[in-house]
């Protein structure tokens, strides 16, 4: 039998969400948080925003204002759809391309958060770590993630990827 899959495929441009409800109840919470950052300086913020020019701080700055407002205006679109669809047990391509965007910001967030690099998951983490309830939320989403990225993948046309 194929792992539990909370996210998939329905038809084409169809997707069936059976989140559990304590699930879906956390998914509802942690829009909220970062929705009230996003127009913040907040340093979890920074792979969201990651500098343009990381050698040259003025560029940056210049491009940061050209471009910021647009990427938050785009992040809290996203965040709008997935907390009207959030009960819903069925969304469609435009409604999952939201969940995955928002799915995504969380873990970008999460993971900064938790100075999440690539050798973080070389060693097993204590059971006693202080960090281990928020790492565990941080596999979750990225389990999500890739549910989205494959139910969306399937409905692309052969020879796409």
Same mark, same amino acid.
């Given at each position: 039998?194929?792992?539990?899959?909370?996210?998939?495929?329905?038809?084409?441009?169809?997707?069936?969400?059976?989140?559990? /409800?304590?699930?879906?109840?956390? +998914?509802?919470? !942690?829009? @909220?948080? *970062?929705?009230?950052? $996003? =127009?913040?300086?907040?340093?979890?913020?920074?792979?969201?925003?990651?500098?343009?020019?990381?050698?040259?701080?003025?560029?940056?700055?210049?491009?940061?204002?050209?471009?910021?407002?647009?990427?938050?205006?785009?992040?809290?679109?996203?965040?709008?759809?997935?907390?009207?669809?959030?009960?819903?047990?069925?969304?469609?391509?435009?409604?999952? /391309?939201?969940?995955?965007?928002? +799915?995504?910001? !969380?873990? @970008?967030? *999460?993971?900064?958060? $938790? =100075?999440?690099?690539?050798?973080?998951?070389?060693?097993?983490?204590?059971?006693?770590?202080?960090?281990?309830?928020?790492?565990?939320?941080?596999?979750?989403?990225?389990?999500?993630?890739?549910?989205?990225?494959?139910?969306?993948?399937?409905?692309?046309?052969?020879?796409?990827?």
């Amino acid at each position: 039998m194929d792992e539990e899959r909370f996210i998939r495929r329905r038809g084409a441009g169809s997707y069936a969400i059976d989140i559990p /409800a304590s699930q879906r109840e956390l +998914l509802r919470k !942690l829009p @909220l948080e *970062l929705r009230s950052l $996003l =127009d913040s300086d907040h340093p979890s913020l920074l792979r969201l925003f990651p500098p343009a020019y990381p050698d040259d701080p003025e560029r940056s700055a210049e491009y940061d204002s050209m471009v910021r407002a647009q990427l938050v205006s785009s992040r809290k679109h996203a965040l709008d759809i997935l907390e009207k669809t959030i009960d819903a047990e069925q969304v469609d391509a435009e409604e999952l /391309a939201a969940w995955l965007s928002v +799915l995504n910001d !969380l873990r @970008l967030f *999460l993971g900064t958060s $938790l =100075d999440v690099t690539e050798e973080t998951f070389d060693e097993p983490m204590p059971g006693d770590d202080p960090a281990g309830q928020a790492m565990a939320l941080y596999l979750y989403l990225g389990w999500l993630e890739e549910q989205a990225v494959e139910a969306l993948a399937a409905d692309l046309p052969e020879g796409s990827d």
